[in-house]
């Protein structure tokens, strides 16, 4: 690699590091405002669609000391899983 190759990955590598801790900041002023973490954000969650290591780690800390946000996810766990389910069957049982 030259120099200004070398020079251009690492200045790609400090952005992207300085991109996840503005993203975590981001998502824990978003947490603090808003209190809770939003029923949209819990089923992304369940699901595995959450791929933002930064919001991952923000929904996860804030699961780690919330209560009611615990409380919520497991309720969204069950009506992702009871929907899965509902479709599987009907699918099953289809006639096409």
């Known amino acids: 690699m030259d120099v200004k190759t070398k020079l251009l990955a690492g200045t790609i590598r400090q952005l992207r590091a300085r991109r996840e801790r503005v993203v975590r900041l981001i998502a824990k002023i978003h947490a603090k405002i808003h209190g809770h ?3 949209h954000d819990l089923e992304r969650y369940h699901l595995g669609v959450v791929k933002e290591e930064a919001e991952l ?3 996860e800390e804030h699961l ?4 009611p946000c615990v409380d919520r996810t497991e309720a969204a766990s069950q ?13 099953e049982y289809s006639p096409w």
Not at 64 to 67: A, D, N, P, V
Not at 79 to 91: P, S
């Open 37 to 39: 973490i939003d029923d």
């Open 57 to 59: 780690a923000a929904l």
């Open 79 to 91: 009506y992702v899983d009871t929907v899965r389910a509902a479709a599987c069957d009907r699918a």
């Open 64 to 67: 780690l000391w919330c209560g």
